[in-house]
């Protein structure tokens, strides 16, 4: 297992879906408790409970890639910030 970490790495570095994966892993980090507790505190009497998992599941990747999307790829909330700070001065 140990030597074949190489061979994986190599293999999968330059896959598309391997990279987007990974760059969702810190915004699912950061949103994945308030999400769930969300679901579970004001969602439970819309959906069954063999669904709640699920739910989590599709709120906590959705809410990730809105994170992801506004703040971290190509940084559009620094468009902002510069144009605030530009006119604030």
């Known amino acids: 297992m140990v030597f074949s970490i190489n061979g994986i790495f190599d293999a999968t570095k330059n896959n598309k ?3 987007f994966a990974g760059s969702l892993s810190y915004p699912i980090y950061l949103s ?7 679901v579970l ?6 959906i069954k409970n063999s669904n709640l998992i699920s739910s989590c599941y599709f709120f906590v990747i ?7 999307y506004a703040i ?3 940084k559009p ?4 910030r510069k144009r605030f700070k530009s006119a604030s001065n």
């Open 17 to 19: 879906f391997d990279i």
């Open 32 to 38: 994945h408790i308030f999400v769930i507790a969300y």
């Open 41 to 46: 505190l004001k969602l439970p009497f819309y």
């Open 62 to 68: 959705l809410v990730s890639n809105i994170i992801y």
């Open 72 to 74: 971290e790829k190509e």
């Open 77 to 80: 909330i620094d468009v902002y």
